[in-house]
């Protein structure tokens, strides 16, 4: 049974950085990073193509998050970082991250593109 692992969150000012890591006991195709608040629904972050071939280590990322967030891929770990910086107040949630998520060639930032998930970990960013 394939499992993800998160680790890295915790509580920061703005302005400020986080690190959050993903260990996968398999790689599948495509790994994205999705966070959630309670009353919201969990949106997607940024993504990161795992699989080899010429695709490999293309990233996406949401709106709100580019050229602040960064996804990276360390194969020979299983694992795909998100590096946080100049976070706000408004990127507290609850992180997950998943893989699958492949369509048409693209890593999708969709959650129900993707099939298995890890437990998450708190990220709180105060202002």
């Known amino acids: 049974e394939d499992q993800l692992v998160e680790t890295g969150g915790g509580s920061v000012q703005a302005g400020g950085s986080l690190r959050l890591s993903c260990e996968a006991t398999?790689?599948?195709?495509?790994l994205a990073w999705f966070r959630q608040v309670p009353g919201n629904e969990r949106e997607g972050v940024g993504s990161?193509?795992?699989?080899?071939?010429?695709?490999?280590?293309?990233?996406s990322y949401a709106d709100s998050v580019k050229g602040r967030f960064t996804v990276s891929l360390d194969n020979a770990k299983n694992t795909v970082t998100l590096q946080m910086d100049s976070l706000r107040a408004e990127d507290t949630g609850l992180y997950y991250c998943?893989?699958?998520?492949?369509?048409?060639?693209?890593?999708?930032?969709?959650?129900?593109?993707?099939?298995?998930w890890g437990r998450g970990t708190q990220v709180t960013v105060s202002s």
């Open positions: 398999r790689l599948n195709y495509c």
């Open positions: 990161i193509y795992t699989d080899n071939g010429p695709k490999k280590g293309t990233t």
């Open positions: 998943a893989t699958g998520g492949l369509s048409k060639g693209v890593c999708r930032l969709r959650p129900s593109k993707y099939r298995v």
